[in-house]
């Protein structure tokens, strides 16, 4: 991020992590998100929930700037991480994608052996300035994305000889192995088992204790399980945003009540 | 009848064939054309295929096997001593046929009636004067045993080909009738018909494998040949390439392998690097509109006759690199005696490969999934350390493939060669120096006026037959090294 001082920062932002303010998100003359408003806050799991389409991803992916990757795509309005606007010019969204690191909805991993897939961040980051720290790196990584029992033996094998739940704790090991500020989760379990799904839900609350952690799903047991905060997405509006207990219980507005009782979606 | 007749007749009785297999079907549906096991059309075509397939067949076969059969009952008429010691008996044959065709001309202009053309004498009548007249030149006076093997020759042509037209037309018509009576609404004609596709695709399949059979093995026969007239000691382990027309010479691949190997290292030293980049450009950084238009012009270099880029060779780079190492060069160190040498003929076929090292690499790079550029851009990697460390690992084991079906281009390639490297095969590591590869020196072994049952002409198939070899072990290596370490994607 950059150095100069931010004017707008304001103190009411101080336990937000990240604070989106009149996001509009374009694909083309697609109009997918309409006018967002939600602030994130520090240390909790937010949950993004919502029919398919309804814009929860493209969300997700404006607050590290996955979006740039699209020729077609165009965000208008304001995200700030910790009260600096991350679309400003003078910000790399390479050093921004450090601090807001992801995980994507299918298991993505290198084809690198499991140590070099979860060395990859920190070594791209300089983090380790010798073997014995990186080997540290990597095993404080795995242990928490409770991989590093089952790989141990094996951090040369190819990463994508494991099975698909393994993979997408290789993919959070490897998201995790960087120290990033904000975890994006992208539908994470939705390649998984239900023994795989569990082990990934009881890792995101471990995860919870040091980073903030986003995730978009398509559960809504999972959302209830795993976050403190939920925001109800519904046709690219921000319907109702608040904590996970109101919204599955006590919902303010129709269309969430809908959707939580199983009438849309 | 001629040919045009028959293959008119068994067009025809096809078309009649489909319409009447498809009104027949439909009739003992009674019209109704959910009824049939198979639409309508599947009968027609069964009785159309049934029609055509068998006769067409014995007609390509007759017509395959009738010459050779007359020509052996024929050639039994002509008496060994009748066979000068200069020529062979094929020459007399073929003045035989000529003969024959010679007096059909003569019986279809009315120059001569059917009986006499039967029964002529040469005793009596001057036939390569009256062949003359109706426009068939004769080299030599007919003699009596040519002109009745002749004779003979005509009568059993015409014999066959009656008997060609009564058997095809008859296979024709057993066809046509037995698939009629089975276009009924029970019939499984779909599957008659599909299974005929079927046959037809492996056939053209098998054609082309059967080919490349052939091909390699007309080239292994006179291989053999040269082995037998010529040490292969000499032709594996020697060190001197002196072809000779008068014989004694020496002719070693060695030399010409190593001019072959030189050339093909330097284009591929300028063809790889240069090839690789611009794929990398074209596949990830240019936005579409650069792409639209760079990609097909990159292209177009690989449809450049290789003609064309020797005479750029010979015009152009040529002379520049002779200006700039030669004598009284503009570097002033005299290096380079002409305008060929390996280095002038390796960078322009290194141009002539740019197209294919980054048009497959290209693929290739775009075949990598956006999961994985993802999956690093998320971890806050650059472009360039996200292609350098995933996509271009990903993509590596094609990337050689290229490498290697470009590496078999080079080897095989002749026309830059023989513009721009000149002709002198020797070994040298000096780039500047000439040199010459496998296959100009083929070319030039063949195209001489060397006797061609010596080894000096025929040591050019056993020197297209390594070069085979090699290319098949280079495209093999290629395949294997692509298929091993391909990852799966989903």
Redesign the interface.
């Known amino acids: 991020m950059f150095d100069a001082p931010t004017i707008g920062s304001t103190v009411e932002l101080q336990d937000s992590k990240i604070t989106a303010s009149g996001v509009h998100v374009f694909y083309g003359d697609t109009h997918a998100i309409k006018d967002v408003n939600v602030n994130i806050a520090a240390k909790t799991v937010t949950a993004f929930i919502g029919p398919s389409g309804c814009g929860k991803s493209t969300f997700l992916r404006c607050l590290?700037r996955?979006n740039d990757?699209i020729?077609t795509c165009r965000v208008e309005g304001n995200i700030h991480l910790d009260g600096e606007d991350i679309y400003d010019r003078r910000v790399d969204p390479?050093?921004?994608?450090?601090?807001v690191?992801?995980?994507?909805q299918?298991p993505?991993?290198?084809?690198?052996s499991i140590y070099d897939n979860v060395a990859?961040?920190a070594r791209?980051?300089g983090l380790a300035r010798n073997k014995s720290e990186l080997d540290a790196i990597v095993e404080k990584a795995l242990r928490r994305a409770a991989l590093w029992g089952e790989v141990k033996d094996r951090l040369g094998a190819p990463g994508?000889g494991l099975s698909g739940g393994q993979q997408q704790r290789l993919?959070i090991a490897?998201?995790v192995a960087?120290e990033p500020e904000v975890l994006l989760m992208d539908e994470p379990c939705s390649a998984l088992d239900p023994i795989a799904t569990a082990q990934v839900e009881e890792l995101i609350d471990d995860l919870r204790t040091r980073f903030s952690v986003v995730i978009v799903t398509h559960s809504m047991q999972q959302a209830a399980r795993v976050s403190q905060k939920t925001a109800f997405f519904h046709l690219g509006h921000l319907v109702e945003f608040g904590d996970t207990p109101t919204i599955f219980t006590n919902p303010s507005d129709e269309r969430t009540e809908s959707y939580i009782t199983g009438r849309i979606g | 009848m001629p040919l045009t007749w028959l293959v008119l007749i068994l067009l025809t009785l096809v078309g009649l064939g489909f319409i009447l297999g498809r009104r027949r079907a439909l009739r003992s549906a009674n019209g109704d054309a959910r009824l049939l096991h198979s639409r309508p059309h599947f009968y027609g075509a069964n009785v159309a295929l049934s029609t055509l397939v068998p006769s067409l067949g014995v007609l390509v076969i007759w017509l395959l096997l009738q010459p050779v059969l007359i020509d052996r009952s024929v050639s039994h008429m002509i008496p060994p001593e009748m066979v000068p010691a200069d020529t062979t008996l094929g020459l007399v044959m073929s003045d035989v046929r000529r003969v024959a065709e010679g007096l059909d001309v003569a019986v279809a202009r009315g120059v001569m009636s059917e009986r006499d053309s039967n029964t002529l004498r040469t005793e009596l009548t001057d036939l390569r004067a009256r062949l003359g007249e109706v426009g068939v030149a004769l080299g030599q006076d007919v003699r009596p045993e040519v002109l009745s093997a002749a004779q003979s020759y005509r009568r059993l042509s015409h014999a066959g080909t009656m008997g060609m037209t009564l058997v095809v037309l008859a296979v024709a018509i057993a066809g046509f009738g037995f698939s009629l009576i089975q276009s009924r609404k029970e019939f499984r004609a779909r599957n008659v018909v599909e299974r005929g596709i079927l046959s037809l695709l492996i056939l053209a399949a098998s054609l082309a494998i059967l080919t490349t059979v052939g091909i390699v093995l007309s080239m292994l026969f006179e291989t053999i040949n040269f082995f037998g007239l010529h040490d292969w000691r000499d032709f594996f382990f020697g060190n001197t390439w002196a072809p000779n027309f008068r014989g004694e010479s020496e002719l070693s691949i060695l030399p010409l392998l190593w001019g072959t190997i030189y050339i093909s290292l330097i284009a591929l030293f300028v063809a790889v690097p240069v090839g690789l980049f611009a794929a990398i450009y074209l596949s990830e950084y240019a936005g579409p509109k650069t792409r639209s238009f760079a990609k097909p012009l990159l292209e177009i270099l690989a449809g450049i006759p290789t003609i064309v880029y020797g005479l750029f060779a010979l015009l152009t780079v040529g002379p520049m690199l002779a200006g700039l190492f030669g004598q009284g060069g503009a570097l002033g160190v005299s290096w380079m005696a002409g305008a060929t040498s390996v280095l002038t003929a390796g960078l322009v076929m290194g141009i002539m490969l740019i197209p294919f090292v980054s048009s497959l690499s290209d693929d290739i790079i775009n075949a990598v999934p956006q999961s994985m550029r993802d999956g690093s851009l998320g971890l806050g990697a650059t472009q360039s350390e996200t292609i350098r460390q995933v996509v271009l690992p990903a993509a590596l084991p094609g990337i050689v493939g290229a490498v290697l079906l470009a590496t078999s281009r080079a080897v095989g390639e002749t026309m830059i060669v023989v513009m721009g490297a000149g002709a002198i095969a020797k070994f040298s590591a000096n780039p500047f120096d000439s040199m010459t590869t496998i296959t100009t020196r083929i070319v030039s072994q063949l195209t001489g006026d060397g006797d061609f049952s010596s080894p000096e002409t025929l040591v050019a198939f056993a020197l297209g037959l390594s070069l085979f070899v090699l290319t098949l072990g280079l495209n093999v290596l290629a395949l294997y090294i692509v298929r091993t370490y391909r990852e799966q994607y989903e």
């Open positions: 590290n996955m990757t020729d390479v050093q921004l994608r450090a601090k690191g992801m995980v994507f299918k993505n991993p290198f084809p690198k990859y961040g791209i980051h994508t993919c490897r998201a960087t």
